[in-house]
């Protein structure tokens, strides 16, 4: 059985911090067919719903279905989390692979800034009502400018 990582509560996923006088709020996983992809209806109301629809002898999720992003936490975020800032490892409509709903959800919490990972390439551009992104290479460390500062891992 796996055991929680001792840095587990360091995950931003679904939450809100303060750093620097930011409210910064975290949206961790991808979009996922089998569970929830934009443009589709989410296949499951919720984890428990998923649990209920397979063979009794499954009793966890998978972890890649687990750590994709669900729809009704990501509902439940637009409506009930308000943040400066918005990280998330998916892209926002800017990036050529990216998700409008992205966008959507920074709208509705008021961030002004998103930051992203997930394609690994740094950039800065934006989307609706002039939210700034700035996509995060790998290994990489930017400000909340979002200029680059250093890198942490090598070039890949």
Not at 28 to 55: A, D, S
Not at 142 to 152: H, K, P, R, Y
């Amino acid at each position: 059985m796996n055991q929680p990582s001792a840095l587990s509560d360091n995950n931003q996923h679904i939450k809100v911090v303060d750093v620097a006088g930011f409210r910064i709020a975290g949206l961790g996983g991808v979009f996922l067919g089998r569970n929830w992809r934009p443009g589709e209806l989410p296949k499951w109301q919720n984890r428990k719903h998923w649990l209920k629809f397979t063979p009794k002898n499954v009793k966890k999720i998978p972890l890649k279905l687990d750590h994709s992003i669900w729809y009704h936490e990501f509902d439940q975020m637009k409506k009930k989390i308000r943040a400066d800032i918005l990280v998330t490892h998916e892209a926002p409509s800017c990036h050529r692979y990216g998700f409008e709903v992205i966008d959507e959800l920074a709208e509705a919490i008021g961030a002004q800034a998103i930051f992203h990972g997930h394609h690994h390439e740094y950039y800065r551009d934006s989307v609706n009502n002039n939210i700034q992104v700035t996509g995060v290479a790998i290994g990489r460390v930017v400000n909340l400018a979002g200029d680059e500062l250093m890198t942490i891992i090598g070039n890949h």
